[in-house]
């Protein structure tokens, strides 16, 4: 079965992208989903803790993402010792939900930080969801509460543009209007369905 990374920077469209994917008919696995369900994990919630301090977590005991978000900010140790809790669970749960779409000819798996992690080992073909970095801004700042230098400070932490598209086997122009993107999805369903790994 063949598997394809889907990777683009914040607001790039990944979620869209799969969204079409899945109406096409793909096996979709969502590795933000899965980051959302583990840390509701009680075991994980106390080894976050444990990591990055009480802080990090609210009084509900639910995991407190604004605190987190700048405890790693500026500390690398804490962002991998974050990450060493969090990615092989992740990968444990893409292993298992491959195993349960092994019917499907393709999986696209969307991994935001596929370029930037070892979970391109996973894959084996990087599809790429592109957009010029201003209509990244400006996608972001309308879905969310985030100003412009927050959105930029983001970008500046994730692949450089240019890097991503060279590691790209197949790229999404998503700075056009949904209809040209369902035609890119329709083409890349296409192909995926008849290319083998
Ligand atoms: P994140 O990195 O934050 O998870 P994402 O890469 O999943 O984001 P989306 O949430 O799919 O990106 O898209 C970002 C925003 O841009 C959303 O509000 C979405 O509706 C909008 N959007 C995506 N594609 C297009 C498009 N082709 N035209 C206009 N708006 C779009």
Known sequence: MLKVGLTGG?????????RLFEE??????????????LSQSLEIVQAIATTLGEQAINPDSSLNRAAIAEIIFDDNAKKQQLEAILHPKIRQQVEL?????HENPYV???VPLLLETDFHTLVDRVLVVDV???TQKQRV??????SEQQV???????????I???KADDVIDNSVDLTQLQQQVTQLHQKYLHKQT
């Open 10 to 18: 914040i607001g790039s469209g990944k979620t869209t992208v799969s």
């Open 24 to 37: 096409a008919g793909a096996g979709i696995i969502d590795t933000d989903l899965i980051s959302h369900q």
């Open 97 to 101: 939900q491959l195993q349960q779409l």
């Open 108 to 110: 696209i798996i969307v």
């Open 132 to 134: 010029p970095v201003d």
């Open 141 to 146: 700042i309308q879905r969310d509460d985030r």
């Open 152 to 162: 930029q400070q983001i970008i500046d932490q994730q692949c450089d543009r240019d």
């Open 164 to 166: 991503r598209l060279q």
